[in-house]
């Protein structure tokens, strides 16, 4: 049972260029949402978060986007740099409750061109 | 403090040995988190520590695994008579208690001959 689904196993963008990478999820109880960027043979880096009470949330080039009522959420990289070139989690967690495991979902391989 | 730090960073072993995995987490945290991924999957969460305390456990830690975090300091995890469906990446995490998110070691490379 996959809570946490990123339908898009890749994404190819240009240097500069906008990327939108996709998230849904299906347990209405997550309420903490969180991406994470990960190289090869490294651990994932944490990237930005957003609680289920905002439907945005900024950090420089970092965008995350919420919308509950379709359980999705987006991460908006701009302008995107081949440095971004890595794979992309969604995470999820129950916030509020007594604990804070994350699920995750499968990734997306981000390729930025320069 | 330099961060989540995982030893070692690459194990090879045969199949039906022992072994373990040591973590040091950040040390201000109070809460430590093992996980487990495999190619082309997202981690997957095994089990966590609130201090000393292991609070959770997931379906997946079958009784050949076993954690522990001794002194709430550093955590060990042991994986008994190996078997090749125990090649993976092992993660370890740490948070504070309610903190934004929890910061990820670089993983240990398991692979299972």
């Known amino acids: 049972d996959q809570q946490v689904k990123q339908n898009s196993p890749s994404l190819s963008v240009q240097e500069g260029r906008i990327s939108i990478l996709n998230c849904d999820y299906t347990n209405s109880m997550f309420d903490y949402f969180l991406w994470y960027k990960k190289y090869p043979a490294e651990g994932p880096t944490f990237l930005i978060s957003?609680?289920?009470?905002?439907d945005k949330n900024e950090d420089g080039r970092f965008t995350v986007f919420l919308n509950k009522s379709a359980k999705h959420l987006s991460l908006h990289i701009v302008p995107s740099q081949p440095g971004d070139s890595a794979v992309y989690f969604c995470?999820?967690?129950?916030?509020?409750?007594?604990?804070?495991?994350?699920?995750f979902g499968t990734g997306t391989l981000l390729a930025v061109q320069p | 403090d330099t961060g989540v730090s995982q030893d070692p960073r690459h194990k090879i072993t045969k199949r039906g040995q022992n072994v373990t995995f040591r973590c040091d987490p950040i040390?201000?945290?109070?809460?430590l988190y093992w996980y487990r991924q495999t190619l082309g999957q997202g981690p997957e969460f095994l089990t966590y520590?609130?201090?000393?305390?292991?609070?959770?456990k997931s379906r997946l830690l079958s009784d050949r695994f076993s954690a522990e975090r001794p002194k709430g300091s550093f955590s060990t995890l042991e994986i008994q008579r190996t078997e090749q469906g125990d090649s993976a990446m092992y993660l370890c995490?740490?948070?504070?208690?309610?903190?934004?998110?929890?910061?990820f070691g670089q993983g240990t490379r398991l692979t299972v001959v």
């Open positions: 995490a740490s948070s504070f208690l309610g903190g934004e998110g929890a910061f």
């Open positions: 040390s201000e945290h109070n809460r």
């Open positions: 995470a999820a967690s129950n916030y509020g409750g007594a604990t804070n495991k994350l699920i």
């Open positions: 520590f609130q201090n000393e305390a292991q609070l959770e």
């Open positions: 957003i609680s289920s009470i905002k």
